[in-house]
């Protein structure tokens, strides 16, 4: 089963992020996993000046579901800051890249390297700077 079997959904990116990030996804290309997959959704993404909250960017904090195990409060980050330990995901990783641009109740769906199918729904985004320590419901 290949990428094109998935129907992506619209993604947005902030427009001052999009060419950052896709310059660190064409160097990375050679020696990164998730560069491809960053590049694609970058090229298909629409930008915008400012973005709901509600959508996952760079120094969101995202819960969401991928294959079926729940992850909460995780933070999208450049590489240098990931740490998986401390709940920071790289936009390097498929996950990361899968994870920008959707907005709270998008999924997508993907093939891996390995040729197994992958899905990442996001359920709550808060904005850069919004305390994770606070009691969740």
Known sequence: MSNESYQRPPIIVAEHEHER?????????????????????????ATMKTLPETVVSVGSVATFEFDGSFYRDYELVDPHRADIAQRRISVLTPVGAMLLGLSEGQSIGWVGPDERAHRVVVERVRPRGVNTNAAAT
């Open 21 to 45: 990030l896709t310059g660190l996804a064409l160097s990375a290309l050679d020696h990164t996993p998730g560069a491809v997959d960053l590049f694609a959704e970058l090229s298909r993404a």
